[in-house]
């Protein structure tokens, strides 16, 4: 029985998207739920599997081809995982009179594209494919290996060198020879990304107010029960983000403007504190939100985090995770940033940045004392927020982690 592999259907916001990688090549058997393509939104990474055990047939829309939601993208025929490929692809290998011809036959798209880009004659590359059918990574491969044959190379006597022209530019020693490139198109997770920060730019009054906070008193608390608190709530470490996470809940309590946002000629308050935490993934920056986090406690908290964090890490994360937050928290000291601007997470109207923690010289009591600190940014909309509530938001967050303990007696 053949089966039509289609791309799933996209949620309303989502218009497109596009084919990122084929796992699976006609005549590959195919397990139950094993993986055949990945599909690149603008916002996540849809995955297609399979029905039930059978063979890939056919590849209709190639890597990098555009799809609409539930569009055909390929074909799968259900049945026995051992079945013998289609009859189609033997006889082409049978009738191929050179080597070249039988390269063709076994090759990936991908790899295909690339060798015509790069003017690689494909039999030329050697095939570690399933069935010997050369992918992608060989032809990167044979590319790389013959630049370093290039390199490796005994260099021809040089002639004698010309009298340097003054209309010629300088280039150093240690630059002279093989100056690499490599285009690759932007993903579209990427481009997205690069829009909507260009369009908060653009469409905000954005400033950024800085402060301090001493991290002395919350490293000293979570030092006394880290060990505690992990054997209570079954393995869930205690980190600082879960400080940072309440505190601002408290501080947006206080300061409604900041957990707004803006809709055309409209001001939208939430009484609720919906906040994104920024997560770095290799295709980009994503921001999964918390849901509610007034009612959650810092182990709960944690455990979003790690859960948030996993799923970015392995492209599983739901467009509806991403979306609705009233705020966002983003940690630049996880790279060792001392100080950054953070930019707006539209149509949120406030974004708070934290950094690395430094050890510093400060007057405490009229003495001089080394204490841990960190700078603290608060970037915010001034079509919405004031400067005086974007200081004392501020503000607020730098005194209840200073004093944890105003966090559990509310004041």
Known sequence: MTIEVKAPVFPESVADGTIATWHKQPGEPVKRDELLVDIETDK???????????????????????????ELIGMFKAGDVGAAAPAAEPTAVVEASS?????????????KKLAEEKGINIADVAATGKDGRVTKEDVLNHIKNASSAVAAAPAPAKAAAPAPSSAAPFVPASLQGERVEKRVPMTRLRATIA????????????????????????????KKYKDLFEKKHNGVRLGFMSFFVKAATEALKRFPSVNASIDGNDIVYHGYQDVGVAVSTEKGLVVPVLRDVDSM???????????????????????????????????????????????????????????????????????????PMMYLALSYDHRMIDGKEAVQFLVAIKDLLEDPARMLLDI
């Open 99 to 111: 080597p070249a011809a039988q390269a063709d036959m076994k090759v990936n798209p991908a790899a």
């Open 195 to 222: 829009k909507r920060l260009v369009s908060a730019q653009q469409n905000a009054a954005m400033l950024t107010t800085y402060n301090e906070v001493d991290m002395g008193p919350v490293m000293e608390l979570r």
């Open 297 to 371: 406690g810092l182990a709960d908290i944690e455990a979003g985090i790690v859960d948030y964090a996993n799923k970015a890490r392995d492209g599983k994360l739901g467009i509806e995770e991403m979306q609705g937050g009233t705020f966002t928290i983003t940690n630049g000291g996880i790279f060792g940033s001392l100080m950054s601007t953070p930019i707006l997470n539209p149509p949120q109207t406030a974004i708070l940045g934290m950094h690395k923690i430094q050890d510093r010289p400060m007057a405490v009591n009229g003495q001089v004392e080394i204490r």
């Open 44 to 70: 996540v990474v849809l995955e297609v599997v399979a029905m039930e055990d059978g063979t890939m047939t056919e590849i209709i829309k190639q890597e990098g081809d555009t799809v609409l939601s539930g």
